[in-house]
């Protein structure tokens, strides 16, 4: 939407005499020149980009207390709801929302375009569990504030996301490892799912691309955190056809010239027709490391993944999956997860299975049908374990960026969830 556009256009239009130059004069405007599309207001001289979401869900059924099967690891958690048990103290309920609004306004410079990017955002929430409050609550803030300028070289400052590259690092395949789960997907610089560098934070960044798939960063960020402000972070990448790489390096506390934080952050994909292969690692100076191995093989109606990974807590996993596409309408999906949670401790083992089926029913409905059982030995801090799951779910999807989903879950440990999500994205 080019408001300036429009309003040209329709003062052109009533006049037939300067109808015939329309073309000429509507390529003036300045979204254009800079190539920028989607929903725009325009001036002389600035291009105002505007994009936002809105999302909602609400939760209900009797779920409050949290399965911790071997303490606390990731076997607590599987699919989203089978940590999940029945507390048998009433009703839980929970509804949430939160919104974005991103407006990004552009010029043209002598070093390139010239940005001033602002995001708010915003939550509401509340939590009966138990029948009874357990959380409220809400906020708007700035969620990105700061500006920027260049074109092959990118000059920014401002709060802004870390200059980090976390890529290459995911399992391949329909479901993550136990272990991937616990820390956000991938590998993580420690045990907090990423640390305080994988954040938006005061910063003052360059980037540059160096051509041939080669780029470069630096950046001293965290300078709003207090005492421990101000990381130096270093960054090399590299994207081509068949191979996709990074080196992420980061050294904290350098403001009081103290340096007592410092990791690293690295991965690689290469891609061969119907093969992909894949390996990261993350490590600090602590000791703490996360790494995982990972492949996949794609053909023409199956695709077949798997991953192993492990970390400095004596913590390892695997995970194997299969997708399956019957028809253009049903998918089949399989998958099994092992997880060791302390390769010191005998019998803490657990095994998963899961199942999945998609059945795409019209063009804007897919309905999913999911279930899978966890075993837990007897050496796990909570004894051994047997707990069946199931989830029947279906996504509407009508167009014009609205999604909506409901689902059934329930575990045999009498546990119920029932769940309602709706969210629309606007550019």
């Not at 009533?14 to 207001?41: M, N």
């Not at 071997?70 to 699919?79: F, H, I």
């Not at 029948?131 to 700035?142: C, I, M, Q, W």
Request: glycine content about 12%.
């Amino acid at each position: 939407m080019k408001l300036h556009t429009l309003f040209l256009s329709t003062a052109l239009l009533s006049t037939p005499a300067y109808a015939a130059d329309l073309g000429v004069l509507t390529s003036l405007d300045i979204c254009d020149e800079l190539g920028l599309s989607g929903l725009t207001l325009s001036s002389d001289t600035n291009c105002l980009q505007v994009t936002g979401s809105v999302y909602y869900e609400f939760y209900w059924g009797d779920y409050g207390d949290t399965v911790d099967l071997a303490g606390a690891n990731p076997l607590a958690y599987s699919g989203d709801f089978l940590a999940i048990d029945d507390n048998g103290a009433g009703e839980d309920w929970e509804t949430y929302v939160e919104t974005y609004l991103k407006f990004v306004g552009t010029a043209a410079s002598d070093f390139g375009p010239a940005k001033a990017v602002v995001e708010i955002y915003g939550y509401e929430e509340l939590g009966i569990l138990n029948e009874a409050f357990d959380y409220g609550g809400g906020s708007v803030e700035f969620d990105y504030a700061y500006v920027s300028v260049g074109d092959t070289t990118v000059v920014s400052a401002g709060l802004q996301d870390s200059i980090a590259n976390l890529d290459d690092d995911e399992a391949f395949g329909w479901i993550q490892s136990f272990l991937s789960d616990d820390v956000g997907d991938g590998v993580a610089f420690d045990n907090a799912a990423g640390g305080v560098y994988d954040t938006d934070d005061h910063s003052i960044q360059i980037v540059s691309d160096l051509g041939n798939g080669v780029k470069v960063g630096g950046a001293l960020e965290a300078l709003n955190t207090g005492a421990d402000a101000g990381s130096a972070i270093g960054v090399i990448s590299y994207g081509g056809e068949t191979i996709s790489a990074h080196f992420t390096a980061v050294a904290g506390e350098i403001l009081d010239g103290s340096l007592d934080d410092f990791a690293i952050h690295t991965g690689v994909t290469a891609t061969f027709d119907k093969f992909k292969a894949r390996a990261a690692l993350a490590a600090n100076d602590t000791g703490w490391w996360n790494g995982i191995i990972s492949g996949e093989a794609k053909f023409d109606m199956f695709a077949l993944a798997a991953a192993v990974d492990a970390n400095a807590e004596r913590e390892w996993s695997a995970v194997g999956s299969a997708t399956i596409d019957i028809t253009e309408e049903i998918v089949l999906k399989g998958a099994v997860r092992y997880l060791d949670s302390d390769t010191a401790i005998a019998d803490d083992e657990g095994l998963e299975v899961r199942l999945r089926a998609e059945y795409k029913a019209t063009e804007a409905l897919t309905l999913a049908f999911e279930g899978g059982n966890i075993w837990v030995g007897a050496g796990a801090v909570n004894g051994s374990q047997s707990i069946f799951d199931g989830l029947v779910e279906a996504t509407w999807a009508p167009g014009g960026g609205f999604e909506a989903t409901s689902a059934v879950a329930a575990n045999s440990l009498g546990a119920y969830k029932v769940s309602f999500t709706a969210s629309k994205d606007f550019e």
